[in-house]
Structures are given as C-alpha cells and as structure tokens.
C-alpha cells in the first residue's frame, strides 16, 4: 500500500484530490486553492532543529504547493501536538518560525489547533487564491513540451531552508502547461507529472545543487523546487532538463535507461 | 502555559484566531469559514475503537466548529500521520467513517496528507460558508440575554457518536447573539464564551444525558452540542440553562457559588 496507490483510490471518489492543491471553483473571478501538509518529527525534522527552523519549514512546504498551482496564499491554519520535551520557549521559537514565513509570503495566521502527542506533530493548512481556471496542473504536459525545473536539485541534505517559488509560479501561470513541485525526488515526481497527463518524459539533463548527488537529486525529498512543462519554442525561466516524449505514460528514461519511479514514499518507515 | 493563554497570545497577533472557526470575508454574498482540528490516538480516542467511528469523529469535531457558527460545510481536508498497527483494512474503515460523515453533512473530500508516526494522529481542516456578517461569534452575549444549549450534556462517556448540530446551527442566525460549541465542558466554555462578550453568566440548571453525572457534564470534554445565548422574549430551540448577568467578565454563578472554569485542556498531559 504505497502513498500513490492511497491516493488514487481515494481520488477515484474524490476528484478534487491528486493534485498539488485542490482547486475549488468559486463564483468570483478567483479560485480556491486548499492544501493541507504534515511535519513529523523523526520523518520531515529531528527536535535537534531550532524550533524557528521547524515552524518556518511546515508552512513552506504548504506554500510550495500553492506556488507549484501559480497561485496566491492567503490564510494559514496551524495544528500543533506538542511533544514532552517542548517548552514554552520552544513554542514561542516555532511561532516565530511560522510568522515570519507567512509574511515574506504575504499571509495571514487564521486559526488552528493545539493538543499533545508522544511526538511532535504538526499539520499546516493553506487557502490561496488563483484565478479562475488558471491553475497549473500536472495533467497538462503535452507531447513535444520542453520539461524544467525552477533551481538545481538535491535539496534534502544540501539545503537549509525551503524558498516556496510563489514569485516564479506566478510567472508560469498561462505559460506552463502543467506544474508540481519536487518534494518526493525527481524521479518519483517526474513521474507522477508524466502519469497525471498520461505521456512519457526523457531526461537530458539533472542540474546538482552544491554538495548534492545525483542520487540525492533523483530520489531523496524535500527540494521545492518546480518541475514544469512549456510548449515547444516557449521562452521559460528555469534550467531546462528535457522532454516530453512518447512511450508509456509515466515512464521516464534518462541516459538510454528507465529511470524507475522511486523516492519518498510518506506512508512507508524509513530507516 | 494553557491552551486558552497560548491562544490569546496568538490571537493578538492574529485577530482572525479565537471563535469556533476564522471568519474570512468573501467580495461575494457569503464568507468563508475556516477550521482545523485534530484528532490523536491516546487522547481523542483509543486504538480499541472502530476505524469508521475514528474516522467519522475526527471529521464531526470540525463539522461542529462550522455548527457553532450558524455555517454550511463545503470542503474537508484529512491529514493521516498512520500508526505501525494500521493496515489496508484499518485505512479502508476509517475511510468509510470519514466519507459517511461528510456526505451526511453535503460536503466533499478535497484532499489532506499522509506519513506515519508512532501513534496515530489525524487532523481535518473544514472550509464552510456562512451568508456575509452573519457568522454566530463567541463576543455577541449581552446582559440578560437567556443561555441555551441543543441539547443534554456528559457526552464524553455516555455518547457513541458526535452529531454535528448543523441544521441547529443555521436555524440560530439571526436569532442567537453569541454561540460556541461544547467540546471541552461546559464550565470552561461557558467561561469562554462570557469571556469573549465581557459578561458574566448565572447557570440555573444542567440538563444530563441519561448515565451521565453532573461532573462529567461541567468538566469533560466531547459534548459537541452547542452553548448560545437569545436576546429576552425571542423564542430559541433547545434547553434554556440560565441567563447573561452582571459580574466579572468571564465569571459563571451556578447553585450560588462561583463555577470554576476547569475542562478539558488539550494542550496538558492528562492521566
């Protein structure tokens, strides 16, 4: 039972569900974005991270998603469970955290919950804006569309902070075809994108963050980065790293192989 | 450092934080209401019950936030960190208690997280609507004001299932001048509510669910029936309890003597 299988059966039920954010028509000439991300100690931090780095990076993972739909955060929601060894210094360094993240990205606190739990939880909700049926989807990629991505690859162990591309998303919006952020690793992503819009992809090239491996740019989480497709002879910013191409929708080759779609799975114990 | 005094620190940050759930105005006829709550294996429930009565309880929690503001819900997000004891048949009934919910409810799945962690935990964030300045807030109660609640209390261990008193709520817009829901006993919420509006309150009786004490009715937490307050001589559905009096904001009087505001704490380590 892997996290992709979960959530397309889920979906088979659920259409708002499967990509980056849902997206809820509205009356006005905007639409809502809704998209909830988890942080767990020993799986997304280790309490060994300042409390300022914890709460910081929960929300920009949520952000990361509004960015990868082009669209606008507005409202913010924070569930907390507390773990023993927190202290009212240690909440007060993750609301600094979370606050200060909300507002480079120009959003508000709205609300949230507070409990305890044996290890630290917390879940971030954000509702964003984006104008009608604008979204960026993964489902749009098209045969002959170039494939980029917004920055150089292997996040995880490389980088310190999470930059949610909001700005760069934004300028995708009309532009890209379809667009997800990089959070489970190139390979597992990349696949999904190609998957969702039922087409192929060949790989020319992976761009290495400093100190980053190549394996880590395939299949660790955590960059954040944008991968996205344009139409042929679309000027986008961005590292271009390929192509897509026909074959067997979500498969993807790189240097005359099969790249397999493997990288973080969330429901799975990792050691 | 308590779950009320963290919130109020919040919330002078975040004036959004605070009622049942953040009041978001729309450019169209309704505003949008947002809430998020968690539900934790060891606090909320024990891994003995049934996945389809975790399931459906989590999402009843929220629903009763969008209740308490006289709301619609429209778009639920489930966030799932999984135990090591579930498995594919757990998911499947937890599920099944989620989606009955919420079709019961008329509103959709939308989307949420997945990841494991060592006990099981679950948050849902419910996005509602309520017709523009409408939404029934905690501040509104005035002196004389009559004090209501839907129903009998002592749920926590005397009830097997949370309704959501949705169509209750609705019918009370226009005509409550402050609500909230019961969820961590009516002695601490009661105090919460006078508390928001800078009253006072005198409690004349405590209607009990059949088994349950008077104790459990002050004290514990899980009722989820809701607490509001009527202008005098307008006619209320419910269980008239007592009246908005003079006193020190936030004071509650019941059998001649000052009620202690002492519930459910969430944000405490109970045994």
Redesign the interface.
Same mark, same amino acid.
């Given at each position: 039972?892997t996290?992709d299988s979960?959530?397309g059966k889920?979906r088979r039920?659920?259409p708002?569900?499967g990509d980056d954010?849902?997206v809820?028509p509205?009356?006005?000439g905007q639409d809502?974005l809704?998209?909830? +991300?988890?942080s767990?100690e020993g799986?997304?931090f280790t309490r060994e991270s300042s409390a300022e780095a914890i709460g910081a990076r929960a929300v920009a993972r949520s952000l990361s998603d509004i960015a990868a739909m082009g669209g606008t955060p507005?409202?913010c929601?924070?569930?907390l469970?507390?773990a023993?060894w927190t202290d009212?210094q240690w909440?007060n360094g993750f609301?600094r955290g979370v606050?200060e993240m909300l507002r480079k990205a120009k959003a508000?606190?709205?609300?949230? +919950?507070?409990?305890?739990?044996?290890?630290l939880?917390c +879940?971030v909700?954000l509702?964003g804006s984006i104008p009608k049926g604008k979204a960026l989807l993964r489902s749009g990629a098209r045969l002959g569309d170039a494939l980029y991505v917004s920055g150089p690859l292997g996040g995880w162990r490389n980088k310190r902070t999470i930059v949610p591309r909001l700005k760069f998303g934004r300028k995708l919006v009309g532009k890209a075809t379809a667009c997800m952020d990089i959070s489970d690793g190139l390979a597992l992503d990349l696949h999904r994108l190609c998957k969702a819009s039922g087409v192929a992809a060949q790989l020319d090239h992976v761009p290495l963050l400093k100190g980053a491996t190549l394996d880590q740019a395939l299949h660790d989480g955590e960059d954040y980065e944008l991968l996205f497709t344009v139409p042929p002879r679309v000027k986008a910013p961005g590292i271009r790293i390929g192509s897509i191409a026909k074959g067997k929708p979500g498969s993807v080759r790189y240097g005359g192989q099969v790249l397999e779609p493997i990288g973080y799975d969330?429901?799975?114990?990792h050691s």
């Open positions: 039972m996290e979960i959530i889920l039920r659920s708002l569900i954010c849902a809820i509205s009356p006005t809502l809704l998209k909830a +991300d988890l767990i799986v997304h507005l409202y929601l924070v569930s469970a507390l023993p009212q909440m609301y606050y508000s606190l709205a609300g949230g +919950d507070l409990s305890h739990a044996s290890q939880i +879940d909700m509702c969330h429901t799975q114990q």
